[in-house]
């Protein structure tokens, strides 16, 4: 659920702090007040489209951030698991900037994320409904989902396995195509991966192995030009037999130091600082030594070296910039090769492949259009005992199968499905897109919110004016289908209407003000006589009568009693 809301420099909003708790909540006020800005922070938190013209006039950027907790167990916590974001309290702070610039930053419990990441975890938290939801149910095309979305875990473990044939079909009938599309170029790049593969392979290339050639050549190249070096310094350092050498002299010399160390600390520190040079001066004349010994011509060798070396520029050429970059491209297309290879059968046993697993596919989209009828059955159903509920009993609502070409194969299956409504009795039943008045629509979409409302685990439902094109009884009795949705999520609320505003547990009033010539939005929580006031304006409009607050009064006392009876104590 959302527990804090924060936003800053957004629209007309210049700063705006509030708390929310479960249950239900109305968000009232004047038209213009801000109502639905503050729904398009939630919306804009949950991944929304962003835009600079949402920053409030003045402002570098708008600041909106959000404190939700979730249930453990949900698809939150899977999300956040993979994302590797912390959430061991289970909260999740949602935070996004956006700047006039355009440019959008956004945050997951201080980690920085894209839109998209943003918009995939805020699905499984909050659930937005507008006006335009009711888009949704007027789009054959998202029928099918919908009906999916009905029939849960026992149906999406079915169509997962379909969908998996799917790919495999899709797959090898792909190959096929494509190898007797592009036979020529086909067999060209085969001949070509075969060709690398075996001359990178061939050359048996070794990481940095171009370094440590490189050095070598140097040493032989400059060969005489290191023995002479190598020759001095050690005649330097141990002399012959016309003179004495620097090693010879430092061991003198420590040896004059060391009668005296012990007299002055300043001549024991020359001592060690001569005895350091002594034994370092030994060690480098041992070094040069085993240099020495080691040194030797190879004219064979050079050329060895310099043809491994030309191997290894031809290479470096074709592949890649180093060793590296030449062994990674090698196992990129040995993958390729091998893929193609496995790929390159006989047409006869491709089409055999393909007439098996097309076999398995009919045989899995049967069992997944057959379970969805069923599914359809069980929809209809429920969608029936829900608009009774709202007023619409004689209402005829069918999930009709549309036929389609034989062993056609889709993504999601093979079927096209498209909702059909027969709102009166003896009207030809239609398409619910062709017919349904916007009334019939918020009806049908909160039959739909509420059937789903109890497997989909949002802990957050937003309804923007969603009770819009009714009244009267048919208002009560979306108030009371809104407050039961309460019942198993949060559910956050803008209305006009008193009865839905009556039903809900927390109660905000907001409205606009102009302060220093500028608009500002403020919203506040109403305590039981300000609602018996706000249920006054908006049953009577600009002019508020004792009749009309005690009507209001009544209609909190009905709302109070009807919840007390159909929802168990929190």
């Given at each position: 659920m959302l527990q804090e809301l924060s936003i800053k420099n957004f629209a007309i909003i210049a700063s705006l702090d509030v708390e929310f708790e479960d249950g239900m909540t109305v968000l009232t006020g004047e038209t213009g007040a801000g109502k639905s800005i503050i729904i398009d922070a939630v919306g804009l938190l949950a991944g929304g489209r962003g835009s600079q013209h949402f920053v409030r006039t003045g402002a570098d950027k708008a600041i909106i951030q959000g404190a939700f907790v979730f249930p453990k167990g949900g698809q939150t916590y899977g999300?956040?698991?993979?994302?590797?974001?912390?959430?061991?309290?289970?909260?999740?702070?949602?935070?996004?900037e956006i700047y006039r610039s355009g440019r959008n930053v956004c945050r997951i419990n201080g980690m920085l994320v894209n839109t998209s990441t943003l918009k995939q975890l805020?699905?499984?938290i909050v659930d937005i409904h507008g006006q335009n939801e009711h888009q949704e149910l007027m789009q054959p095309d998202k029928h099918l989902r919908l009906l999916d979305e009905f029939g849960g875990d026992e149906l999406s473990s079915i169509r997962s396995r379909y969908q998996a044939t799917y790919q495999d079909?899709?797959?090898?009938?792909?190959?096929?195509?494509?190898?007797?599309?592009h036979q020529k170029e086909w067999a060209q790049r085969?001949?070509?991966?075969?060709?690398?593969?075996?001359?990178?392979?061939?050359?048996?290339?070794?990481?940095?192995?171009?370094?440590?050639?490189?050095?070598?050549?140097?040493?032989?190249?400059?060969?005489?030009?290191?023995?002479t070096s190598l020759q001095e310094g050690f005649l330097a350092l141990n002399g012959d037999e016309e003179s004495t050498g620097a090693l010879d002299l430092s061991g003198t010399a420590m040896n004059s130091l060391s009668a005296i160390a012990d007299l002055d600390p300043a001549f024991n520190q020359l001592f060690e600082s001569l005895q350091s040079a002594y034994y370092a001066l030994q060690d480098a004349s041992g070094e040069i030594s085993k240099q020495v010994d080691q040194l030797e011509w190879d004219d064979n060798k050079l050329d060895e070296i310099e043809a491994r070396l030309n191997v290894i520029h031809q290479l470096k050429r074709k592949y890649g910039d180093s060793e590296k970059q030449i062994l990674s491209y090698l196992k990129r297309i040995k993958k390729e090769l091998a893929d193609m290879e496995a790929a390159e059968i006989d047409e006869g046993d491709l089409d055999e492949e393909l007439a098996k697993k097309e076999q398995q596919l009919l045989k899995y989209g049967q069992q997944l259009t057959t379970e969805r009828h069923k599914i359809a059955t069980k929809l209809e159903s429920a969608i029936k005992g829900e608009l009774k509920d709202l007023y619409m009993a004689k209402t005829v609502f069918q999930?009709?199968?549309?036929?389609?070409?034989?062993?056609?194969?889709?993504a999601t299956g093979m079927d096209d499905v498209e909702f059909y409504i027969q709102p009166n009795p003896g009207e030809e039943i239609r398409p619910l897109a062709k017919i349904a008045s916007g009334g019939e629509l918020s009806r049908l979409m909160l039959a739909l919110k509420t059937i789903f409302s109890k497997s989909q685990g949002v802990t957050s439902i937003i309804f923007d004016e969603?009770?819009?094109?009714v009244s009267g009884r048919v208002a009560q009795a979306i108030a009371e289908k809104i407050s039961g949705i309460a019942n198993e999520s949060q559910v956050l609320c803008i209305t006009h209407l008193p009865q839905v505003a009556a039903m809900s547990d927390h109660h905000y009033f907001i409205d606009k003000q102009v302060t220093g010539d500028r608009t500002v939005t403020h919203i506040k929580r109403l305590n039981q006589s300000a609602r018996v006031k706000e249920l006054a304006r908006m049953l009577a409009g600009t002019t508020v009568t004792e009749l009309t607050l005690d009507h209001a009064k009544e209609l909190l006392d009905m709302a109070t009693e009807e919840k007390q009876q159909r929802i168990p104590s929190k």
């Amino acid at each position: 659920m959302l527990q804090e809301l924060s936003i800053k420099n957004f629209a007309i909003i210049a700063s705006l702090d509030v708390e929310f708790e479960d249950g239900m909540t109305v968000l009232t006020g004047e038209t213009g007040a801000g109502k639905s800005i503050i729904i398009d922070a939630v919306g804009l938190l949950a991944g929304g489209r962003g835009s600079q013209h949402f920053v409030r006039t003045g402002a570098d950027k708008a600041i909106i951030q959000g404190a939700f907790v979730f249930p453990k167990g949900g698809q939150t916590y899977g999300q956040l698991d993979q994302l590797g974001i912390d959430h061991d309290d289970g909260t999740v702070i949602l935070q996004r900037e956006i700047y006039r610039s355009g440019r959008n930053v956004c945050r997951i419990n201080g980690m920085l994320v894209n839109t998209s990441t943003l918009k995939q975890l805020g699905e499984t938290i909050v659930d937005i409904h507008g006006q335009n939801e009711h888009q949704e149910l007027m789009q054959p095309d998202k029928h099918l989902r919908l009906l999916d979305e009905f029939g849960g875990d026992e149906l999406s473990s079915i169509r997962s396995r379909y969908q998996a044939t799917y790919q495999d079909y899709q797959h090898l009938h792909h190959s096929m195509v494509s190898r007797n599309t592009h036979q020529k170029e086909w067999a060209q790049r085969l001949d070509m991966l075969r060709f690398q593969v075996k001359e990178i392979e061939d050359a048996q290339l070794q990481p940095d192995e171009e370094t440590t050639l490189s050095q070598q050549r140097d040493r032989l190249m400059n060969y005489q030009k290191i023995n002479t070096s190598l020759q001095e310094g050690f005649l330097a350092l141990n002399g012959d037999e016309e003179s004495t050498g620097a090693l010879d002299l430092s061991g003198t010399a420590m040896n004059s130091l060391s009668a005296i160390a012990d007299l002055d600390p300043a001549f024991n520190q020359l001592f060690e600082s001569l005895q350091s040079a002594y034994y370092a001066l030994q060690d480098a004349s041992g070094e040069i030594s085993k240099q020495v010994d080691q040194l030797e011509w190879d004219d064979n060798k050079l050329d060895e070296i310099e043809a491994r070396l030309n191997v290894i520029h031809q290479l470096k050429r074709k592949y890649g910039d180093s060793e590296k970059q030449i062994l990674s491209y090698l196992k990129r297309i040995k993958k390729e090769l091998a893929d193609m290879e496995a790929a390159e059968i006989d047409e006869g046993d491709l089409d055999e492949e393909l007439a098996k697993k097309e076999q398995q596919l009919l045989k899995y989209g049967q069992q997944l259009t057959t379970e969805r009828h069923k599914i359809a059955t069980k929809l209809e159903s429920a969608i029936k005992g829900e608009l009774k509920d709202l007023y619409m009993a004689k209402t005829v609502f069918q999930v009709r199968f549309k036929p389609t070409n034989d062993q056609q194969y889709f993504a999601t299956g093979m079927d096209d499905v498209e909702f059909y409504i027969q709102p009166n009795p003896g009207e030809e039943i239609r398409p619910l897109a062709k017919i349904a008045s916007g009334g019939e629509l918020s009806r049908l979409m909160l039959a739909l919110k509420t059937i789903f409302s109890k497997s989909q685990g949002v802990t957050s439902i937003i309804f923007d004016e969603v009770d819009t094109g009714v009244s009267g009884r048919v208002a009560q009795a979306i108030a009371e289908k809104i407050s039961g949705i309460a019942n198993e999520s949060q559910v956050l609320c803008i209305t006009h209407l008193p009865q839905v505003a009556a039903m809900s547990d927390h109660h905000y009033f907001i409205d606009k003000q102009v302060t220093g010539d500028r608009t500002v939005t403020h919203i506040k929580r109403l305590n039981q006589s300000a609602r018996v006031k706000e249920l006054a304006r908006m049953l009577a409009g600009t002019t508020v009568t004792e009749l009309t607050l005690d009507h209001a009064k009544e209609l909190l006392d009905m709302a109070t009693e009807e919840k007390q009876q159909r929802i168990p104590s929190k």
